[in-house]
């Protein structure tokens, strides 16, 4: 452990790998109101966020974290950013966007949201109810499509087929890596304390065994790293 | 504050009004899935149903409490059952109720919840998405028409004609009591440290101001006892 933390963390004799440049991070579910009560909201506890956002700023990075609601305490960081709704944590990325050399999207961003946020708070007189949900902005494609945009790395939470639906969105997205882990079933995943990943890249993969977020988020930072490196080298 | 906490709790000289007595409580809110990782939630804390918890069971009664998602820690209690959905609610607290002399139902229950939950995560391919609801078990109903009820007391949150929607609410569940709050407002209500009531009773009416929930809490127990003891004398 002590061996481990060494590695990890910057020192005198090695600089900090990302000493200079600029992270934005998301994390934790978002919210979407019903009504001033009511709201669709997700699993996502903001753990591996809270933990790869530390992490990233212990290797020399100046972090910005917007962060969905969640009951953890953030670690120190450079900036924080409360939001609710998937809007509001695109408005919150896009105003910061520019510049950064690092973006990652930990956040379990809402695909949906009612296309009618009632005023008031909902009557139960029906027995049956229907809401219409619309598409939320894209975040993490947006920033992919954006000018000069920074290293950009997203999660995919899949339920099933995992490597097959992480591949497609790494494509689609135009991403430069991917971090893909099974949720809903047994073990890690949401709102557990532990995870497994496999992370993919164009022309390259990693599999991360289960283990707890945090040496998880550590284990993933040194990836990112490398990769991000390698960026700039190409 | 020393007078206070002499007059509110048990002493030597003074037995606890509650001793021997059972009290069921729900608390927090639930959350009905939409499928393994989204559900329908609300904004409900847990803080006014637990710190009731506490104060009732300062007065001597055996508490178990029922509670849904909150990440608060559950004070000292008799029992405590976690939850999840309303039907998960209603199923506790139906195995649990007979042969309870008090109920109070603070839990922020789903009055719907999803028709048919997906097994596996909603894909976003579609622009819109409609989701159909139907209604959940009306917890306080069921206890309020359960043979040797308890002395069954609701929780009224509304975001207008406070008064009106929770003497309507009275009537029609046939409470004993009702404890109606504001929610969605700038003051008070969900997922704030402060609270107002106003509580009603067939025949009788009492407002609290505006304070912190855990003293609310004591002053609403006071207010429990006091109607649960007339009724016993009735």
């Known amino acids: 452990q002590i061996v481990a933390a060494l590695m990890a963390g910057p020192s005198?004799?090695?600089?900090?790998?990302?000493q200079g440049r600029c992270a934005l991070i998301t994390a934790g579910p978002t919210r979407e109101p019903l009504d001033p009560v009511r709201f669709i909201g997700n699993r996502s506890s903001g753990r591996m966020g809270y933990a790869l956002a530390a992490a990233l700023?212990?290797?020399g990075a100046?972090?910005?974290l917007v962060s969905g609601p969640s009951a953890l305490a953030p670690p120190a960081l450079a900036g924080l950013v409360r939001v609710e709704t998937a809007s509001q944590m695109a408005a919150a990325v896009m105003e910061r966007v520019a510049g950064c050399d690092l973006f990652v999207a930990t956040a379990a961003v809402a695909d949906y949201?009612?296309?009618?946020?009632a005023s008031d708070k909902i009557k139960k007189d029906a027995a049956e109810l229907t809401i219409r949900l619309v598409r939320n902005p894209d975040i993490l494609a947006q920033v992919a499509a954006s000018p000069a945009r920074p290293f950009t790395v997203g999660f995919?939470?899949?339920?099933?087929?995992?490597e097959e639906h992480a591949a497609a969105k790494l494509r689609a997205k135009g991403l430069d890596m991917i971090a893909a882990n099974r949720v809903g079933g047994e073990a890690g995943g949401f709102d557990a304390d532990d995870n497994a990943l496999v992370v993919l890249w164009p022309g390259g993969r990693r599999a991360?065994?289960?283990m707890p977020k945090t040496r998880l988020a550590e284990q993933l930072a040194d990836l990112?790293?490398?990769r991000y490196l390698a960026s700039l080298a190409g």
């Open 12 to 18: 005198p004799d090695r600089p900090a790998p990302l």
């Open 57 to 59: 700023a212990a290797r």
């Open 62 to 64: 100046e972090v910005t």
């Open 113 to 117: 949201r009612p296309a009618a946020p």
């Open 156 to 162: 995919a939470a899949e339920t099933e087929r995992l």
């Open 208 to 210: 991360f065994a289960l």
């Open 224 to 226: 990112i790293v490398e």
